[in-house]
């Protein structure tokens, strides 16, 4: 079987957040969610180590689809396609990241493309804003981060920008406007999966 020459455009918004944080990505529909998951994690600029799971609006009672357990009814994401349950412009489904912090993200699929043979997939060709600092303690404790940042005289700040440079990312200096689509790297997921399945 010959590959798909279908490409999924879908705009990724960060929920909660304003004003908007937001990206663009393509990735082909033969895809899994794990890729997807994989593609958000690359382009919104987490660093993929906390849970996640994707939540589909199926039939009467939403499916969860993630990293499976013995506890929760959670599936693998790897082992379902987007084609699956993406099929016209409109569809949605909402993908949280850090169960901890809580980061929920609208996944739209806005366009159903042809793929052009001189371009890569997945690719991230918008999107506006900054992702907030891994562990930042959700939306309130990103709006607190941005409140510190905004005042050297706060009495957190030196705190706030000693823990920005140490941070594994190395955020500082930290812009939360600035975001460069063209600078997104994608890792290969199917590289990542064997490392995750490992580690199981």
């Not at 084609?83 to 569809?91: E, I, L, N």
């Not at 709006?143 to 706030?160: I, N, S």
Request: charged fraction near 25%; charge should be negative; hydrophobic fraction near 35%.
């Amino acid at each position: 079987m010959s590959p798909s020459q279908v490409i999924y455009q879908f705009v990724v918004t960060l929920l909660e957040i304003k004003p908007k944080i937001w990206r663009r990505i393509q990735i082909s529909e033969e895809s899994s969610f794990w890729d997807l998951h994989v593609a958000l994690q690359d382009s919104m600029g987490w660093c993929d180590y906390h849970m996640h799971s994707f939540t589909l609006e199926e039939g009467k009672a939403p499916v969860t689809i993630g990293i499976p357990d013995t506890i929760s009814e959670t599936s693998a994401d790897w082992e379902r396609t987007l084609a699956s349950y993406f099929h016209r412009p409109g569809d949605v489904c909402f993908y949280e990241y850090d169960f901890g912090d809580g980061w929920i993200h609208e996944v739209l699929l806005e366009g159903i493309l042809l793929k052009e043979k001189r371009l890569k997939y997945p690719r991230c060709i918008a999107g506006e804003r900054a992702c907030p600092p891994e562990d930042c303690g959700g939306v309130w404790g990103y709006y607190g981060l941005l409140e510190v940042l905004a005042d050297p005289q706060h009495e957190d700040y030196k705190d706030m920008i000693h823990w920005l440079k140490n941070h594994i990312k190395k955020y500082h200096p930290y812009n939360p406007d600035v975001f460069e689509p063209n600078k997104v790297k994608f890792r290969n997921p199917r590289e990542q999966l064997e490392t995750l399945k490992a580690n199981l």
